[in-house]
C-alpha cells in the first residue's frame, strides 16, 4: 500500500477541483490513470475511476446538502434514468480496444470544450446569471434556489441516459456533461446546476461500479482506489466552499479549459 500514498494528494487535488464544476473527476481522472498505466486494461481503469467519482461526489453531495443546494426532485428523476444507461455502459467496456478507448475519450473531451467555449448564450445566460445574483451564501445555511425550476423532464431524463451510458463506458462521472445539459438545455442555475450533478453523479458512479464488480472487473485496483478515495473526499469538501465564492461562468469556463487540455493529451498519446 506504501507505494500507492503518492495517489493521496493526487486524489485531493482532483476532488477539490471537480467539486467546483460540479463533476466527479472522473474525465480528469481516467485519463491520468491512462498515462500513469499505459498498459492496463481499459476495464481497470474505468473501475477504478468509476469508485474514486462515486467517493469524491458523495462527500461532495453531502457538503452540498448542508449548503441547501441540490434540487433533489430533478436529481432523483435523472438518477433513475442514468442507472439502466450506467449498467449498459459498464458491461461494454471491456469490448473496446484501449487504442480506440483513449481516441473516443479524447474526441468526446475536446467536442465537450468547443460546446461550452462556443454556445451561443444570450437571453439564458443574462437570465441565469440574475438567478445566480439572488443565490443565498451556502455557508449561511439558506435556501438558494430562489423560484421553482422549470424545464421539460423527459428531455432531461433522456439526456441523463445517455450520459449514463458514454460516462459509464469511459470510466468517468458524467457532471462534465451534465452540468452544461442542464445549464444550457435545462436552464438550471450554474451553482444549483453543479450541486445537484454532484448528486446525480454518486448514484450513476456506485451503479456503474457494483457493475463493474459484479462483472468480475475490479480486481486489480483496490489498493489504488483507496489511496484515491482518501484524498477526493478531503478535496470534495474544499471544493464544496470554494464553488460559493466562484462565479457561474467562471466555473463553466474552468470547466471548458480542462476539458480542452485533458482531450489534446489523450489524443495525442494515441498517436
Request: hydrophobic share 55%; aromatic share 10%; charged share 10%.
Amino acid at each position: 500500500m506504501e507505494q500507492y500514498l503518492w495517489l493521496i494528494p493526487l486524489g485531493f487535488v482532483i476532488g477539490a477541483f471537480a467539486t467546483l464544476i460540479g463533476t466527479g473527476g472522473g474525465f480528469i481522472l481516467a485519463p491520468v490513470l491512462l498515462l500513469l498505466y499505459p498498459k492496463e486494461n481499459p476495464e481497470t481503469i474505468t473501475s477504478i475511476s468509476l469508485a474514486v467519482v462515486f467517493f469524491n461526489s458523495l462527500s461532495g453531495s453531502i457538503a452540498y446538502a448542508r449548503a441547501k443546494r441540490i434540487d433533489y426532485k430533478s436529481g432523483l428523476i435523472f438518477s433513475a434514468a442514468t442507472i439502466p444507461g450506467a449498467i449498459l455502459g459498464a458491461l461494454t467496456t471491456p469490448l473496446i480496444p484501449r487504442e480506440v478507448f483513449d481516441f473516443v475519450f479524447g474526441i468526446l473531451m475536446v467536442g465537450g470544450s468547443i460546446f461550452l467555449f462556443y454556445w451561443p448564450r444570450g437571453e439564458t445566460a443574462v437570465r441565469l446569471h440574475q438567478l445566480n445574483q439572488h443565490l443565498a451564501d451556502p455557508l449561511a445555511n439558506r435556501n438558494v434556489l430562489p423560484c421553482p425550476l422549470s424545464y421539460n423532464s423527459g428531455v432531461g431524463a433522456g439526456i441523463c441516459f445517455l450520459i449514463g451510458y458514454v460516462t459509464s463506458l469511459l470510466g468517468v462521472g458524467g457532471g462534465f456533461v451534465e452540468v452544461p445539459a442542464m445549464v444550457y438545455l435545462l436552464n438550471f442555475p450554474v451553482h444549483v446546476a453543479t450541486a445537484t450533478s454532484q448528486f446525480i453523479v454518486a448514484v450513476m458512479a456506485l451503479t456503474g461500479s457494483a457493475t463493474h464488480l459484479a462483472a468480475g472487473l475490479f480486481q486489480h485496483g483496490v489498493r489504488r482506489t483507496i489511496a484515491l478515495s482518501i484524498g477526493v473526499v478531503l478535496g470534495a469538501q474544499l471544493g464544496a466552499r470554494l464553488s460559493s465564492r466562484v462565479r457561474g461562468d467562471w466555473i463553466i469556463r474552468s470547466l471548458a479549459v480542462a476539458l480542452a487540455l485533458v482531450g489534446a493529451g489523450l489524443m495525442v498519446m494515441v498517436f
